[in-house]
């Protein structure tokens, strides 16, 4: 007997119900490149859904405005409008949300969910290819395992989109991949359409300690700086070979490297640079490389000491993704500050929460209220509107995709969630959650609440090829 055929019958249906999407293209095109194009192209579309306005509610916008006692309407998966005293059109669902509020769906910049399935098994522990210091060529999406039960965890606390990475043992750890948080048996039935790449990078401690200590480069902060430059001089040397073959496309092309690829599609402003990174000085280090070689870093993440460093930060156009209040557990993270994401807001920089946890990423709505009141006691006087754009809109800036979702405008996708008391509240559930309008978890319907395979009480058991 197969695992499969342990399961019941009637709740496995339940199970591929909810983990069909419809399939289709979904990938939008990302403009003319000299490379070939995506070839684990997103086969994500929206689930069924219908019509449906939610009365009577706070609203945190997304986009730092308050709306009380206001209607939300969704229709054909986007916010069809916002404001007070909507009209339903025909054959809409209406919920009555008095006392309750609505925000735009949870994003999370950082997650290994997949990649470091919850809870954890050496087998489908794919999130680090320790090889080599500069790893490009590899693509965290060849790793996800969309049946970690941590993606359904996270859906029931409001988050709809998450950016999963490679982790951050090499100086270049690969490709990230941007997905929409819904039930899937394939990763490109949760892939982002049209969602930039990532490129994981990492400062500091973590690289020169795995390569370090078995007496390979780099072992120095000075080496790390020197690894990055020199990948960044090759994929200029390849991305102008290419180039000039692309002008009259005489003779053969040159050989593809994937690596070389990869660092190249940055350097073409097509793949986002999202770099793990502690320290102040090391930020403003990084920085420069990426002056030197004319790319852009999209966002630094664990930024602990980014507090230091607003001003730097939103002159040039990078994010920073922080926790609330975890640091102080390895030199680099010593020195945090409770107040680090209200202050880097108040220098006027983009400053967003982070989980890079499968337990933390159920309640970012908590992690951002607990820097939102530290910033408060401190005198900062941030409105909750305003923190509630930290888990929402500038996570979908780090990402390039805030011209689609991270808020509730007219025309976004409808990712949208209904907590059933104030989102900055330790007391607060996400009730209802949609994803382009489609209701994929409901705290009251358990028909809505999706488990995996990995959910079903089968591990140990023995059954099938070994």
């Known amino acids: 007997m197969t695992l499969r055929q342990l399961v019941p019958a009637a709740f496995s249906a339940a199970v591929l119900l909810l983990a069909a999407p419809a399939f289709a293209d979904g990938q939008a095109d990302t403009g003319p490149s000299e490379f070939p194009p995506d070839p684990f192209p997103s086969t994500y579309h929206a689930l069924p859904s219908v019509p449906t306005l939610i009365r009577h509610v706070t609203i945190y916008t997304g986009t730092g405005a308050e709306i009380d006692d206001g209607d939300v309407l969704m229709k054909d998966g986007k916010v069809a409008a916002v404001g007070k005293g909507l009209n339903a059109p025909a054959g809409a669902l209406v919920i009555d949300g008095s006392g309750k509020y609505v925000t735009p769906g949870i994003i999370d910049v950082h997650s290994h969910l997949g990649v470091y399935p919850s809870p954890a098994v050496d087998?489908?522990?794919?999130?680090?290819?320790?090889?080599?210091?500069?790893?490009?060529?590899?693509?965290?999406?060849?790793?996800?395992?969309?049946?970690?039960?941590?993606?359904?965890?996270?859906?029931?606390?409001?988050?709809?989109?998450?950016?999963?990475?490679?982790?951050?043992?090499?100086?270049?750890?690969?490709?990230?991949?941007?997905?929409?948080?819904?039930?899937?048996?394939?990763?490109?039935?949760?892939?982002?359409?049209?969602?930039?790449?990532?490129?994981?990078?990492?400062?500091?401690?973590?690289?020169?300690?795995?390569?370090?200590?078995?007496?390979?480069?780099?072992?120095?902060?000075?080496?790390?700086?020197?690894?990055?430059?020199?990948?960044?001089?090759?994929?200029?040397?390849?991305?102008?070979?290419?180039?000039?073959?692309?002008?009259?496309?005489?003779?053969?092309?040159?050989?593809?490297?994937?690596k070389m690829e990869t660092l190249a599609e940055v350097l073409n402003g097509r793949v986002r640079v999202q770099m793990h990174c502690y320290r102040a000085n090391e930020m403003a280090t990084m920085l420069d490389v990426a002056k030197e070689f004319h790319y852009h870093i999209a966002a630094f993440h664990h930024a602990v000491e980014s507090y230091k460093i607003p001003a730097l930060l939103a002159a040039n156009g990078t994010c920073a993704a922080m926790w609330a209040d975890w640091w102080g557990f390895k030199m680099e993270a010593w020195d945090g500050v409770r107040e680090n994401i209200p202050m880097v807001d108040a220098g006027g920089a983009c400053a967003m929460i982070h989980s890079d946890d499968q337990n933390g990423i159920q309640r970012l709505n908590q992690e951002v209220a607990k820097a939102w009141a530290a910033g408060n006691r401190a005198g900062l006087h941030v409105d909750a509107a305003r923190a509630v754009m930290w888990m929402t809109l500038n996570p979908a800036k780090a990402l390039g995709i805030d011209e689609l979702t991270g808020s509730l405008e007219t025309g976004k996708m409808a990712d949208v969630v209904l907590w059933n008391g104030n989102p900055l509240s330790v007391y607060a559930k996400a009730e209802k959650v949609y994803v382009d309008g489609a209701l994929v978890y409901d705290r009251d319907d358990p028909k809505t609440q999706a488990h995996s395979d990995f959910e079903l009480g089968m591990m140990g058991q023995t059954g099938g090829a070994q």
Not at 137 to 155: K, L, M, Y
Not at 235 to 253: F, I, L, Q, T, V
Request: glycine letters at 12%; hydrophobic letters at 30%.
């Open 123 to 258: 087998a489908l522990s794919d999130g680090n290819e320790l090889t080599n210091p500069d790893t490009a060529q590899v693509r965290a999406e060849n790793s996800v395992w969309p049946q970690d039960p941590g993606f359904n965890t996270a859906r029931a606390g409001g988050v709809t989109t998450l950016e999963i990475l490679p982790g951050s043992g090499n100086l270049i750890g690969g490709r990230s991949v941007v997905l929409k948080n819904v039930p899937s048996v394939t990763t490109e039935g949760m892939k982002f359409p049209g969602a930039p790449y990532g490129l994981k990078m990492a400062c500091g401690e973590n690289p020169k300690r795995v390569y370090g200590s078995h007496g390979q480069f780099p072992s120095t902060l000075m080496g790390d700086v020197a690894g990055y430059r020199q990948a960044w001089a090759d994929a200029e040397a390849y991305d102008r070979e290419w180039k000039s073959w692309m002008k009259d496309k005489k003779g053969n092309p040159p050989a593809r490297d994937l």
